[in-house]
């Protein structure tokens, strides 16, 4: 397995913005997956587990990082009455799955083209957009727990709600099944659609996280901090996006202390004005104890 000491972590995220991480490993399949589990708790440190980085924005990483990025694959198999069983691993883009739903033109699925996940990033988020999630395919879930034990767990076991599911807290997705159906009517219109969508309300050409914070039902997050100002406005090299209030963008030399700075301008706007506690989507990591982080 490929390890690196003192690295930068900048490069594995999608917004740029990284510090440094004690020590990067680069699992190549489930055994070194589980040996890198097994050795942050021989060796009490605590392990950070990425995919795609691109809804994580980290500082300094005094742990473990373990990027899953050459943990990829996808084994299709037709289950008849035009539903397929889809077993993939978890460092498989995303992308994947909705170029397999446009060639089989199957329903739903196809809606989560245009963000660079992995699916186990996707299923730990309980990834979704355009009223969809990717729960809703899900049949089991393969995972690694933290005493470093693999296990499987079936969908009905686990529990997803909006932009969350047991993982990380549980231990880490090594793969997954999911099925998905032929649609009756082409989804090709609609794909198509939505990434017009995306390409006019999202800065496509920056550096980005996604969404910052989850919408506090029934507002919308990117609405509030509208209200308050926050659209557009930068600290430093990192500022809420002109195009969608609710992506912070690296406008080239963003850093962490910014993030922290820029993130809790918008909470503080936004309770002052509207009295609502914004809660972070997107996973600002820094030091033990953070969210996306097993300490051991
Ligand atoms: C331009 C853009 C548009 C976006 N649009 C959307 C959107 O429409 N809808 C949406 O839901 N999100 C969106 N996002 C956010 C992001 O893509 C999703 O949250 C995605 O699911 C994160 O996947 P990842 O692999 O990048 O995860 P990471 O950012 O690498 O990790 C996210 C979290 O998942 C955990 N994790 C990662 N891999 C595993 C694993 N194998 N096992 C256990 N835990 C794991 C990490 O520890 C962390 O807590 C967008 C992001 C960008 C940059």
């Known amino acids: 397995m490929e390890s690196f000491k003192d690295a930068d972590l900048s490069k594995l995220t999608t917004i740029r913005i990284g510090g440094r991480g004690d020590l990067l490993l680069f699992p190549d399949g489930e055994e070194d997956l589980v040996r890198a589990v097994l050795r942050s708790r021989e060796e009490e440190r605590p392990l950070l587990i990425l995919g795609g980085g691109s809804n994580t924005i980290l500082g300094d990483v005094k742990g473990i990082v373990v990027s899953t990025k050459k943990m990829s694959g996808i084994d299709v198999k037709p289950l008849g009455e035009g539903r397929l069983k889809v077993e993939v691993l978890c460092g498989t883009p995303l992308k994947e799955i909705t170029s397999l ?53 079936k969908k009905e076991d686990l529990s997803f709600s909006y932009r969350s599911s047991p993982f990380p ?7 997954c099944e999911l099925v998905l159906e032929r649609s009756p009517f082409p989804v090709l219109e609609d794909y198509k659609r939505i990434r017009e969508i995306r390409k006019k309300t999202q800065p496509i050409n920056l550096p980005t996280s996604g969404s910052t914070f989850k919408n506090p039902y029934p507002e919308h997050a990117g609405k509030l901090l509208e209200k308050v100002g926050m659209k557009g406005y930068r600290v ?61």
Do not use: Q
């Open 101 to 153: 739903a446009l060639r089989e033109n199957l329903k739903g699925i196809y809606k989560l083209m245009g963000f660079p996940a992995t699916v186990g990033g996707a299923v730990a988020m309980n990834a979704g957009a355009f009223g969809t999630e990717i729960s809703e395919y899900l049949v089991s879930v393969r995972f690694v727990n933290w005493e470093g034990r693999v296990e499987v767990a």
């Open 236 to 296: 430093g090299d990192v500022a809420f996006s002109e195009v969608h209030a609710n992506f912070l963008v690296n406008l080239g030399r963003g850093r962490f202390c910014e993030v922290l700075k820029i993130v809790g301008e918008a909470k503080r706007r936004v309770f002052e004005e509207f009295g609502i506690r914004l809660e972070e989507e997107v996973r600002i990591v820094e030091d033990s104890g953070s969210d996306g982080w097993k300490v051991l």
């Open 169 to 175: 807290k549980i231990g880490v997705v090594l793969s």
